[in-house]
């Protein structure tokens, strides 16, 4: 039976019934999730959710107590060695030797990934040039800004051209500026092959880079599916219809009927109607234009990542324990 | 089939063999010490230990105690100052339990261990710097001790088998320290463990003082002592004299002392979470 079989094929990375237990709690709880070749998974959850657990099982760094986990066909228990030859792992905290130059730090790293001298001292430089560090080559990485030392931690993780690449939170504590680049860092990455596995606390990271998402909570797997998938699943869109003038709003609400549930925003100024379908969206569009009713602006918005995540929160018992605490 | 999950530079690595070969460790020992040497390049304070204390241990003891003790500073000087080269290893080697520590404070050990080398290589390259650390400090307590009147009796190689056997026995204390290193929370404990363990070892010996004036419960303890066995050893090397069994006492209280923290350091530092 070969490591590879057929279905895998596009999976880089697969996790069955992960279970990381420290003395009685849980960290993970039977985590299930698949990452397809060269795509984005964003794990979102919020702090203590597992997710630090998760990619610290999947880069051979501690055992799970149950489940299995591969990565790129090779089994994180029995396959270890070869495991670390295909990953790259960008930590919450900058793992570079901070004593040593960036320079330094990337052809060490090289060395140890069996790169000739020459090799190494090449790569080391192609990556300083990508990641905006050449004028900072020769400092040490103490000097460093958090943004360049973080830039610096995502060069090292790419020496080897990893084929899965793991960023445990790779913007936590990074100032909006700074987080811009490494997203667009990691956006290349992408676009160069690497499939990514991103924990994030942030629902903007998430929808700005991962294609699909598993959203974690206490050590399990509470939703999942693409971005889209998963919005939609919580509500659909909600057409904002904006009139010149604001005070037709009421008139507008009564126009299409109790059965559409549009509720005026008088402070908004706008009518918001639940939308289901395309066929409805139309519907109710062409309906205000019937009705001859100006209007100045119309848009439609899928609900945020907040409100996602407050959602399938609230599903996982959330809303128990915040009862049981009243 | 087999390259369809690894679409970049390691599918040739990937489908090697998962051992780590001798070359491609030894260029991974290499890489290893190569970043511990640059580290005391860049913090050359971390040198003063090696640097100063065989200087002002020489000179405190030789004058403090060489009267009493030899009744003359010259005779006293070749008693201690091979005796002290054994000490120098073990002060050297607690350093490195402070260093192994605090690198785990940091992320770049978690790097170190997703990588694909052999793990004992981060801990090897850290014992074959200290030691160069170690040889520093005795070239340098030599030369004090040839200021003050060391004269080698013995020759060269008597004096060059003292310098290796010092540290070989240091190598092996390193493990130990390398050990406590992994499973002390703090530097600052590492470091007051160590003291409590090298100081009886460092003075219940027959380094500063011969055993036979001391009482005999302490006369038996230093016997024991493979410190002493050390310095006995050094000693007879360069002043000449019976040197097969103290030698074969040392060089089996190091293997000893390897064969057992060696491994555990090792497994330690695989499972550290």
């Given at each position: 039976?070969?490591?590879?079989?057929?279905?895998?094929?596009?999976?880089?990375?697969?996790?069955?019934?992960?279970?990381?237990?420290?003395?009685?709690?849980?960290?993970?709880?039977?985590?299930?999730?698949?990452?397809?070749?060269?795509?984005?998974?964003?794990?979102?959850?919020?702090?203590?959710?597992?997710?630090?657990?998760?990619?610290?099982?999947?880069?051979?760094?501690?055992?799970?107590?149950?489940?299995?986990?591969?990565?790129?066909?090779?089994?994180?228990?029995?396959?270890?060695?070869?495991?670390?030859?295909?990953?790259?792992?960008?930590?919450?905290?900058?793992?570079?030797?901070?004593?040593?130059?960036?320079?330094?730090?990337l052809y060490m790293i090289g060395r140890l990934l069996d790169l000739s001298r020459r090799d190494a001292r090449g790569r080391a430089d192609e990556l300083l040039e990508r990641f905006s560090l050449t004028d900072a080559a020769r400092k040490p990485a103490k000097e460093y800004s958090g943004g360049m030392r973080r830039r610096l931690d995502l060069a090292a993780s790419m020496i080897g051209r990893p084929a899965v690449l793991y960023l445990d939170e790779p913007t936590t504590g990074l100032d909006p500026r700074t987080r811009n680049e490494v997203w667009e860092e990691v956006r290349n990455m992408v676009a160069d092959g690497s499939t990514v596995l991103l924990t994030t606390q942030y629902m903007e990271e998430a929808e700005k880079l991962a294609h699909e998402l598993t959203v974690i909570d206490r050590g399990r797997v509470i939703a999942g599916g693409r971005v889209e998938e998963l919005k939609a699943k919580v509500g659909g869109r909600t057409l904002q219809v904006r009139p010149v003038d604001p005070g037709v709003l009421d008139a507008m609400a009564a126009a299409l009927g109790r059965g559409a549930q549009a509720v005026a925003d008088h402070a908004g100024g706008v009518l918001n109607v639940p939308i289901l379908s395309d066929e409805q969206l139309t519907e109710v569009v062409a309906a205000l234009g019937a009705q001859g009713f100006a209007i100045a602006g119309i848009d439609t918005h899928l609900p945020s990542l907040d409100e996602v995540f407050l959602a399938v929160t609230r599903g996982s018992g959330t809303q128990e324990r915040e009862e049981l605490a009243a | 089939m087999s390259a369809v999950t690894v679409p970049a530079g390691n599918t040739r690595a990937a489908a090697a063999d998962p051992r780590i070969g001798l070359r491609a460790n030894l260029r991974h020992i290499g890489a290893l010490v190569r970043r511990n040497v640059l580290q005391i390049r860049q913090d050359p304070e971390s040198m003063f230990d090696a640097l100063l204390m065989p200087i002002v241990f020489t000179l405190l003891f030789v004058y403090v105690f060489g009267g009493a003790l030899e009744g003359s500073q010259e005779k006293y000087v070749n008693y201690m100052v091979p005796g002290l080269m054994a000490m120098m290893g073990m002060n050297i080697a607690m350093a490195v339990g402070t260093g192994v520590n605090s690198d785990f404070k940091t992320g770049v050990m978690d790097r170190f261990r997703t990588m694909p080398i052999a793990r004992s290589s981060?801990?090897?390259?850290?014992?074959?710097?200290?030691?160069?650390?170690?040889?520093?400090?005795?070239?340098?307590?030599?030369?004090?001790?040839?200021?003050?009147?060391?004269?080698?009796?013995?020759?060269?190689?008597?004096?060059?088998?003292?310098?290796?056997?010092?540290?070989?026995?240091?190598?092996?204390?390193?493990?130990?320290?390398?050990?406590?290193?992994?499973?002390?929370?703090?530097?600052?404990?590492?470091?007051?463990?160590?003291?409590?363990?090298?100081?009886?070892?460092?003075?219940?010996?027959?380094?500063?003082?011969?055993?036979?004036?001391?009482?005999?419960?302490?006369?038996?303890?230093?016997?024991?002592?493979?410190?002493?066995?050390?310095?006995?050893?050094?000693?007879?090397?360069?002043?000449?004299?019976?040197?097969?069994?103290?030698?074969?006492?040392?060089?089996?209280?190091?293997v000893g002392i390897t064969a057992i923290s060696a491994p555990l350091a090792v497994a330690r530092f695989r499972n550290k979470t």
């Open positions: 039976m070969t490591q590879r079989d057929a279905k895998s094929a596009d999976t880089a990375v697969r996790v069955r019934g992960l279970v990381k237990r420290y003395g009685e709690t849980k960290a993970l709880d039977g985590v299930d999730l698949d990452v397809r070749q060269g795509t984005v998974l964003g794990v979102l959850g919020p702090n203590g959710a597992g997710k630090t657990t998760l990619v610290r099982i999947l880069s051979t760094l501690i055992r799970p107590d149950a489940g299995t986990a591969t990565v790129a066909g090779y089994d994180v228990l029995t396959q270890p060695r070869q495991l670390r030859r295909v990953i790259g792992l960008t930590g919450q905290y900058a793992s570079v030797d901070e004593s040593l130059s960036g320079r330094e730090n | 981060v801990l090897i390259a850290k014992i074959v710097v200290e030691i160069g650390r170690a040889l520093v400090a005795t070239v340098i307590l030599l030369l004090m001790g040839f200021i003050l009147g060391l004269h080698v009796d013995n020759g060269v190689f008597g004096l060059l088998g003292a310098v290796v056997l010092s540290l070989a026995f240091g190598a092996s204390l390193m493990w130990v320290f390398i050990l406590l290193g992994l499973v002390a929370r703090t530097p600052q404990s590492v470091q007051g463990l160590a003291m409590i363990v090298v100081l009886p070892l460092q003075f219940g010996s027959s380094i500063f003082a011969k055993p036979t004036t001391m009482p005999g419960w302490l006369e038996a303890f230093t016997r024991y002592n493979p410190l002493s066995n050390l310095a006995d050893a050094s000693r007879n090397l360069i002043n000449g004299g019976a040197v097969a069994h103290s030698a074969m006492m040392t060089v089996m209280w190091a």
